[in-house]
């Protein structure tokens, strides 16, 4: 089960420097560059409220939340990033989520980020270690900087506690003997789907088919172990049956 956890916002982007106190109630953690050939282009990084949201500038890479906001089992996180100006290279800017000690030297957090060169990806954090979830790829939804350098996304993150639905796992179906592949049942939750075939003449039906299975990566979950016959609700159960 997903613990009460918080969920923040990771900017490594924009620029200008700048000097402003955090909104009220917010934390900021810097994270400065470590790499020569990929320094800050300013060690100060801003951080106020702006409308109905907030305006970050920033040199180093930052995190910023509230600790008021927590969420547990299943839960969305959505955000709209406005990308004002585009740095002279790669970085990356979005959702964190899973966020323990954020404020120390063990913080864990996991995070999703896109990036001004239409890439996004997903990695997660413990200390000073990184690992990838989802390493950086183009994906044609991530808006890249129009004409005048600017660009918006709406991001959205979806937790499903410590179960997977099986609307997240995709079917690929492969011909074996006959002619017409078998088609598959639409798995669903807890429910029996049916899957009527129609004979061309009398009352037999010759399909076969290889349905192959696939967790389809739309939503990040939690470390764990998934499935299993007969165990963890992962048992699904085909039957037949002649009219």
């Known amino acids: 089960m997903i613990q009460r956890v918080l969920w923040a916002a990771l900017v490594a982007l ?9 909104p009220t109630g917010w934390r900021v953690h810097t994270d400065p560059s470590q790499n020569a050939q990929d320094p800050d282009n300013t060690p100060n990084l801003t951080f106020a409220a702006m409308g109905k949201g907030f305006h970050i500038v920033s040199g180093p890479a930052g995190t910023f939340w509230h600790p008021s906001n927590t969420a547990s089992g299943s839960y969305v996180l959505r955000a709209n990033f406005q990308l004002m100006e585009p740095s002279n290279h790669t970085n990356y ?15 864990s957090y996991t995070y999703f980020v896109v990036a001004q060169d239409g890439t996004f990806q997903v990695r997660q954090r413990n200390g000073r270690q990184v690992t990838t979830v989802h390493a950086p790829v183009v994906n044609a939804a991530v ?31 492969a011909a074996l003997t006959s002619a017409v592949p078998l088609p598959h049942p639409t ?27 696939a967790y389809q990566n739309t939503n990040v979950v939690a470390p764990g172990t998934y499935g299993g016959v007969n165990t963890n609700n992962s048992r699904v159960t085909y039957t037949a049956s002649m009219p």
């Open 93 to 107: 800017y979005g959702l964190v989520f899973g966020g323990r000690d954020l404020e120390g030297p063990n913080q």
């Open 14 to 22: 924009l620029v200008v420097p700048l000097s402003a106190q955090s």
């Open 143 to 173: 808006r890249r900087p129009g004409a005048n350098g600017q660009s918006a996304n709406a991001l959205e993150v979806r937790v499903a506690g410590d179960t997977i639905s099986y609307a997240e796992i995709g079917t690929t179906v």
């Open 187 to 213: 798995l669903a939750d807890g429910a029996t789907t049916t899957l009527t075939l129609t004979p061309v003449s009398g009352k037999v039906v010759n399909r076969d088919a290889r349905w192959t299975y």
